[in-house]
């Protein structure tokens, strides 16, 4: 069955380093990859979307990347600051031309910003 | 100006009563959906619709049963409520349903049945 990991539940960081979130994916073959924060008692609010022919992608501090062959993604923050402390999640879905149209969401990274 | 809301925020209730969320978006989207939320944060789509018709239905109880009356609304009804129900659900809408465009969420109902 198909199966989203991000790589911890919680991860720490010191303020002004970069923070590093992981998703990783099996049984799928995803044709999109979208990132989303949770503040607590808060809907997900989107951030950024990925293609699977697109390796990189930035938007202000935030950048993501799309491995296809390591069936990965990566999520990173760089210069973070106390308020990107939230849940971050990874959403994956096939696009219309896989017959899969659903978002399917990953497990969730609680992120704290340590000041 | 909301995009995406719901009512009621909180919902208190007694295992075996019948309830009902409501969603709008005031978006002009197609797609709406019903995701929910369970303790341990795993967010899991349970409906989706596009311009009123069923289009995701993930294997949820039939007790759960979704009416979309526009493309803005969405309202979900559960019958015979079960302890198991509590959890927070989410309304979100999109352009279109084809996983491609970026879903907007509502603030979340919370259930909890008691």
């Known amino acids: 069955s198909q199966k989203i990991e991000q790589n911890s539940e919680a991860l720490n960081i010191q303020e002004g380093k970069t923070a590093t979130l992981t998703c990783n994916y099996t049984n799928y073959s995803p044709a999109y990859l979208q990132w989303y924060r949770q503040d607590p008692g808060r809907g997900p609010v989107f951030l950024l979307l990925?293609?699977?022919?697109?390796k990189e992608k930035r938007k202000e501090r935030l950048k993501v990347t799309f491995d296809t062959t390591l069936k990965q993604s990566l999520f990173h923050i760089t210069a973070s600051q106390p308020a990107d402390s939230a849940t971050y999640l990874c959403a994956l879905s096939g696009g219309p031309n896989f017959g899969n149209e659903k978002l399917t969401f990953g497990t969730g990274t609680r992120l704290t910003i340590i000041p | 100006d909301t995009a995406v809301s719901q009512t009621p925020k909180y919902l208190v209730t007694q295992m075996g009563n019948d309830k009902s969320i409501k969603c709008e978006q005031n978006?002009?989207?197609?797609?709406m959906y019903w995701y929910k939320q369970d303790s341990k944060k795993f967010l899991k789509i349970m409906f989706s619709y596009n311009n009123k018709e069923l289009i995701i239905n993930e294997t949820v109880p039939n007790r759960f049963s979704p009416k979309s009356p526009d493309k803005a609304h969405l309202n979900l009804h559960i019958n015979s409520l079960e302890l198991g129900d509590s959890a927070v659900y989410f309304c979100?809408?999109?352009?279109?349903?084809?996983?491609?465009?970026?879903?907007?969420f509502g603030p979340g109902t919370r259930l909890t049945v008691l």
């Open positions: 979100a809408s999109s352009q279109d349903g084809h996983g491609v465009n970026e879903q907007f």
């Open positions: 978006l002009g989207h197609d797609t």
């Open positions: 990925i293609r699977e022919n697109e």
